[in-house]
């Protein structure tokens, strides 16, 4: 009797919570609750069969396919509503035969059809019979997979079975496979004879184990996965992803791990960003570093694999900061970072405030080597545009770091402001040297509490460092100081750090620019002005005077003797240094204490800081024709002596009648730099000395030179040295 089976059917639909639990249990009361369970089904196959060979959900009720022996089995399937008999026209039509609903003849298939449990290789022929098979069966497949994989114990016929299929010439079979495994949402023991297959000694297996794999990565990709599916399969794929990555590096590397690998980052990446807490996190982290070390191991034939996972490295270090060593390893390897070049410099960049967390050592390395980093390579690389081919020459590429750092500067100043602030002042003071500068030490010195230094006589312009770099550098740095000093927070340890290590004076007047949050700014650069450099140095005097207006605003009659002390300090400093109408600057700046009301607009406006540099690349100079000519300049000498070039051209082109003193202005302290680098020294070459020598005489006999200064005591120096040379009166050319 099947009242027994109908009776365990019952409980089974009482517990059912999928739809193959929900079907399993309709079958078991339908079909095996009844005492012709198995003429029953072997009609329901034979149903099945005929209809996937003649791709149609119905069929005549008449033989081959409904034998008279199946008249008690069809009347019984009728009656329970499995089947129902199409109402057909006419008083002689034939009966026909549907399943009373699509799910049901999907799951007949699948039961009567696509399975056989004694034959693993059974879907397999079906497949060699009829290849097209999965495209009008895929629900019967789906169910097919769903159930060797919920039940457990048929687990290992379930990878027998898809690691058959990906190795088979079905692809859309084992795509279905792929796509059920991961709706599943597999653990990471559920995944390791995946792990096992891909990395089987092998050949057959290890490449069904990497088929299957992109199969799955495929899965993930496809945009109808759910997020909510994508989110399970995760934790589990990244152990999957860190396992194979450990074994690539470890062992001899494989391209085809390696690629699995990073495809599967990608794919995850895409689909649920990398974030610290998640499940899986410290894996895939774990597994982008395990690929960065794989492909140091041959630079050239892995660099499409590290630029592709290099995306990534920014979202590993901040999700497991115990990953940021990767970068020093990745620093100390010369012939990869060679290799790779500026693309991938960009994407260390990238994870500087990352590093800065774990290692501020580290992330000054990252930026000191981005900064410097050079590629003399011509070779063209595309820019990765399918409609549009754009190419890049890996020469142009070397700067991408230097541009990428301008842009996480200010997320750096956020976690880690000392950090960024001695980053700022190593790029600020590029291609300056200390012992260059003697005089600027002594003439322009910087005090803060206990922290002493000194501005330069000359440095590069921060506005010309790498196009918008420099200045977005600067103006993060001072919003973000000012920030701190709006609540207390500076001046302290950043600021001293500045003065003790920075000498840029035209960085520093990035730094006292106006800002947004003047109140903060105020508080952090005013005890910078006391001593009068930052207000009488050319490159600083503009910003420091604007500053000195915005606190002369709100000034008690304190603060305001404080400010006039600072401004006659500056006049001095002007005076020692040379500077031609020290005066005028004291007039300036008084001008900054006064109000426009009570000026009349009488006082004379601040003098801009001079910008040399950018004319000095247009123009052919001092330095392009000793090039042409086959003598090579020393980088700091060059440094010095073309912003004094480009100087004195500007000052012989200005209008005799007009009084524009920022072009000759900087002209002295360049003059100074330009000897404190051996412009004048025997050794330098001919033509640099003699236009020493000119300048020199020229100075001379200018009224700014003031007798007892710095700046007279070198052009007489040099004057000297000149009379007594072996060819003075010689014509030189």
């Known amino acids: ?42 009609l329901l196959a034979s149903i099945a069969e005929e209809m996937l060979r003649s791709r149609q959900l119905r069929v005549l009720a008449a033989p081959p396919t409904v034998e008279a022996a199946h008249s008690g089995a069809l ?13 057909q026209p006419g008083p002689a039509a034939r009966a026909v035969i549907v399943f009373s609903h699509h799910t049901l003849f999907d799951y007949a298939s699948m039961r009567c059809v696509l399975s056989d449990p004694t034959d693993q290789q059974h879907l397999l022929r079906l497949l060699e019979t009829d290849p097209a098979l999965p495209l009008v069966a ?41 796509a059920r495994i991961t709706a599943a949402g597999p653990s990471a023991d559920d995944l390791r004879p995946l792990a096992a297959a891909c990395t089987s000694p092998d050949a057959g297996r290890r490449n ?70 998640q499940p899986g996190a410290p894996e895939r982290a774990g597994a982008v570093v395990n690929v960065l070390d794989a492909c140091r191991t041959d630079p050239a034939r892995f660099e499409n694999m590290a630029l592709a996972v290099s995306g990534h490295l920014q979202a590993a270090i901040a999700a497991d900061t115990s990953q940021a060593g990767v970068v ?25 405030p990352g590093v800065a967390r774990s290692d501020a050592g580290l992330a000054r390395r990252v930026a000191d080597t981005a900064w410097a980093f050079q590629d003399p390579r011509d070779e063209q690389t595309s820019l990765g545009s399918v409609l ?97 000093g709006a609540i207390g927070g500076e001046p302290g340890t950043v600021m001293e750090l500045l003065v003790r290590t920075m000498h840029s004076a ?82 300036e700046l008084l001008g900054c204490l006064a109000s426009p009301d009570s000026t009349g607009g009488s006082s004379p406006p601040l003098t801009p800081r001079p910008r040399v540099v950018a004319g000095w690349r247009s123009r052919y100079t001092l330095i392009d024709h000793l090039a042409d000519n086959g003598v090579t300049v020393a980088g700091p000498l060059a440094a010095a002596i073309g912003p004094l070039d480009e100087a004195i ?29 051996g412009a004048a020294d025997p050794a330098a070459p001919r033509l640099i000395r003699l236009f020493m020598t000119q300048t020199a005489a020229s100075l001379a006999s200018d009224a700014g030179t003031v007798p007892g200064t710095p700046l007279a005591r070198r052009v007489t120096s040099i004057l000297l040295q000149a009379a007594a040379a072996d060819d003075a009166g010689r014509v030189m050319s």
């Not at 590096?249 to 990608?266: F, I, K, Y």
């Not at 000034?555 to 404080?562: M, N, S």
């Not at 012989?652 to 680098?677: K, N, R, V, Y």
Request: one cysteine or more; a negative charge.
């Open 1 to 42: 009797s099947g009242a027994p089976a109908r009776g365990a059917a019952r409980q089974r639909l009482a517990t059912a919570r999928t739809q193959l639990d929900l079907l399993d249990a309709y079958w078991a009361y339908r079909v095996d609750g009844h005492d012709d369970r198995f003429a029953r089904e072997g």
């Open 75 to 87: 009347t019984g399937l009728l009656s329970d509503n499995v089947l129902a008999e199409e109402n």
């Open 388 to 484: 549009v081919p754009m190419t890049i020459s890996r020469s142009q590429e070397a700067s991408l770091g230097r541009s990428r750092l301008g842009e996480v500067f200010p997320e750096l100043c956020r976690i880690d402001l000392a950090t960024a602030a001695a980053i700022f002042a190593s790029i600020a003071d590029t291609g300056l040297r200390p012992e260059g500068h003697v005089q600027g030490a002594d003439l322009w010195p910087l005090q803060l509490g206990n922290a002493r230094g000194w501005l330069a006589s000359f440095s590069a312009d921060i506005d010309e460092l790498e196009g918008d770099t420099g200045p977005a550098m600067a103006h993060a740095l001072r919003d973000a100081l000012a920030a701190r």
């Open 208 to 277: 069904a184990g990497y088929t299957y794999l992109a199969q799955i990565t495929g899965a993930i990709a496809a945009p109808f996965t759910p997020d909510a599916t994508i989110i399970k399969a995760a934790p589990a794929l990244a152990t999957l992803a860190a396992g194979l990555s450990d074994t690539a590096a470890a062992g001899p590397v494989s391209w085809e791990c390696l690629s699995a690998v990073v495809n599967l980052l990608r794919v995850l990446e895409q689909r649920w960003p990398l974030k610290g807490g």
């Open 138 to 178: 895929r629900p019967s497949l789906d169910m097919l997979f769903d159930g060797m994989w919920q039940a457990t114990q048929a687990r290992d016929s379930y990878w027998q079975l898809a690691l058959a299929l990906a190795a088979s010439p079905h692809p859309l079979a084992s795509l279905a496979a792929a």
């Open 328 to 352: 020093a390893r990745l620093l100390d390897d010369t012939a990869a970072l060679t290799q790779w070049g500026g693309r991938f410099m960009a994407r260390l960049v990238d994870a500087l």
């Open 649 to 677: 051209a500007m000052a012989g082109a200005q209008d005799p009648a007009s009084e524009q003193p920022t072009a000759t202005q900087p002209i002295g302290a360049l003059f100074l730099a330009a000897a404190e680098a």
């Open 506 to 587: 035209s960085a520093w007047a990035a730094l006292i620019a106006p800002a947004a949050d003047t109140a903060g700014q105020a508080a952090v650069r005013w005890p910078l002005l006391g001593n009068g450099s930052l207000l009488a140095h050319i490159e600083s005097h503009e910003a420091a005077g604007m500053l000195l207006s915005a606190l002369a605003a709100g000034a008690d009659d304190v603060l305001r003797a404080e400010l006039e002390s600072a401004i006659q300090a500056a006049g001095e400093r002007a005076t020692a240094a040379g500077r031609r109408q020290p005066e005028r600057i004291v007039e």
